[in-house]
Nanobody, 114 residues
Framework: QVQLVESGGGLVQAGGSLRLSCAAS????????MGWYRQAPGKQRELVAS???????NYADSVKGRFTISRENAKNTLYLQMNSLKPEDTAVYYC????????WGQGTQVTVSS
């Protein structure tokens, strides 16, 4: 059973930084495609950043140059470093692992004040 637990969200002023963590159990994250998604009120969930099993990364245009996705294999943990945060980054952020089906964490709230 795959379990994903996010942490690191919170309230930050515009221009600030946060680092989200996603601790995984039941699966070795380096073997699978993983991503960070976010969902703002009234909007669809969108892919923010992803990393493949080979380590290739991809980012939504809205976060390129500001967010960095990474993983620490020894801790089986996925990270999202978010810098230069903007109010429009406010959303619930979800960790995702795809292994035949999608697995999701419970989400962590990120609020950026102007």
């Amino acid at each position: 059973q795959v379990q994903l637990v996010e942490s690191g969200g919170g309230l930050v002023q515009a221009g600030g930084s946060l680092r989200l963590s996603c601790a995984a159990s039941g699966s070795i994250i380096s073997l699978f495609f993983m991503g960070w998604y976010r969902q703002a009120p009234g909007k669809q969930r969108e892919l923010v950043a992803s990393i493949t099993s080979s380590g290739s990364t991809n980012y939504a245009d809205s976060v390129k140059g500001r967010f960095t996705i990474s993983r620490e294999n020894a801790k089986n943990t996925l990270y999202l470093q978010m810098n230069s945060l903007k109010p429009e980054d406010t959303a619930v952020y979800y960790c995702n692992l795809f292994r035949r089906v999608n697995y999701w964490g419970q989400g962590t709230q990120v609020t950026v004040s102007s």
